[in-house]
């Protein structure tokens, strides 16, 4: 599946300062970084909790590469599961068509927000093969008649996992709170365990199947799809593992147990984005205020603004958008701006304040409270240096860790005007 073009990332011009310390416990990867991030399931249009999500693992591959880390990115598209069965149903649209136009619309709005592109991005269509074949090797699996035009579905057994639950740290009872709600199947009659979750969907009347080999005809469950497709193309599990926060339980949780059945015990890092509402509510499409990139950029909103508001906030944490936002980010763009365009002092040492809060757990909001201080003509500067080699210095770590072209329009894939400076 093809992803997006990239924005061309400019060479940091000052020696990256030290290594990059991740999560709550500060820990800094060590050698190369197999990074695995869970992707969109098409059925409908890129909103900002998806933005945030994407913007927070956008943020760290831009981070670890600038100090040095060598990153392979994979991130999948759940491009054939039950959401998009039913959206495409209401609508009266092919599922087929539904999943297209909507990642057409992703890619769109990644490109607009200058997210770098996956050097794998994998539909689970396309990969159905490798996911009947990482069940097929999984030991710790049983079929379960369905009842449903007898068809078989295949499951995974958690109690054959002594390690289950150690990503989420969930008791059981809070994982029944949420498995139903989050795409489990509780109710299921037959199975071993109600928190067992399913590898392969057999065929039902009405829906898309595959060849899935002695499995029979139908298709993959959600959490070994993602498994599969990670292994597969990281060359191995993943070291780090990013999505929101609410894949924390069932999915990373199921995805981590299905990789220790194909033989990887090694675990990785989890990052989990916060959850975004709006005005004091959840954002969803069924209290219909969902804030979508899309609609943003057509009514004339900058995407560098979007980007912005969205990194004024901690990636951990969970927040409200308001209008407010906007008018914030809006302001600080004009204020960076000006600031260039007035060739204020102090840009050098601003530059490695933003580099050492993005290695710091990505600290985004230090980062643009020290351009706001700067903007504000209250950073200290470093020497009596070239005020030309210190703004272009600037320019270009704003451009390489925050992708926010300070320079030229809001278009750009490349901040390379700052020969203008």
Not at 43 to 67: I, M
Request: aromatic fraction near 6%; charged fraction near 25%; hydrophobic fraction near 40%.
């Amino acid at each position: 599946m093809d992803s997006w073009l990239s924005p061309k990332v400019p060479q940091l011009r000052h020696e990256a300062p030290g290594p990059v310390r991740l999560g709550p416990d500060g820990l800094t990867p060590d050698g190369d970084v197999r990074l695995y991030v869970c992707g969109i399931t098409p059925y409908d249009a890129t909103h900002l909790g998806h933005a945030a999500t994407y913007l927070t693992f956008d943020s760290l591959v831009r981070t670890l590469r600038a100090g040095g880390y060598n990153v392979t990115y994979v991130q999948n598209v759940t491009d054939i599961d039950d959401p998009l069965l039913e959206r495409a149903a209401k609508i009266g649209v092919d599922w087929r068509e539904l999943a297209t136009s909507q990642i057409d619309l992703f890619r769109s709005d990644m490109t607009n927000l200058r997210v770098l592109a996956p050097d794998h991005y994998v539909g689970a269509v396309e990969s159905v093969d490798l996911v009947v074949s990482a069940v097929e090797r999984m030991s710790d699996t049983y079929g379960l008649a369905s009842g449903e035009g007898g068809a078989d579905d295949v499951y995974a057994e958690v109690a054959a996992d002594p390690r289950f639950g150690e990503v989420s740290g969930f008791s059981r009872v809070e994982m029944m709170e949420v498995f139903a709600e989050r795409g489990g199947d509780p109710e299921r009659e037959g199975k071993h365990d109600e928190l067992d979750p399913l590898l392969w969907r057999g065929a039902r009347e009405g829906e898309p199947s595959w060849n899935g080999k002695d499995l029979g005809e139908g298709r993959p469950g959600w959490h070994i799809e993602c498994a599969a497709i990670g292994e597969h193309y990281l060359g191995g599990a993943p070291t780090i593992v990013g999505g929101g926060s609410d894949l924390v339980f069932p999915h990373h949780e199921m995805s981590a147990m299905h990789l220790r059945a194909l033989g990887h015990e090694e675990p990785a890092l989890y990052l989990h984005a916060g959850m975004i509402g709006y005005e004091g509510e959840k954002m969803s499409k069924s209290l219909g205020n969902l804030v979508l990139v899309s609609k943003l950029v057509d009514q004339g909103v900058d995407p560098r603004v979007v980007r912005l508001a969205m990194l004024d906030h901690h990636y951990a944490d969970d927040h409200h958008w308001t209008d407010a936002d906007l008018t914030r980010a809006t302001e600080r763009l004009q204020a960076y701006q000006d600031a260039i365009a007035a060739r204020a002092p102090g840009a050098a040492m601003t530059a490695l304040v933003v580099h050492d809060c993005m290695t710091d757990d990505l600290d985004t909001p230090g980062a643009l409270w020290a351009l706001d201080a700067w903007a504000a003509g209250d950073a200290p500067r470093m020497t009596e240096g070239d005020e030309t080699e210190e703004l272009a210095d600037l320019v270009t770590t704003v451009d390489a860790l925050l992708g926010i072209c300070l320079i030229g329009g809001p278009f750009d894939t490349t901040c390379g005007c700052v020969e203008s400076l």
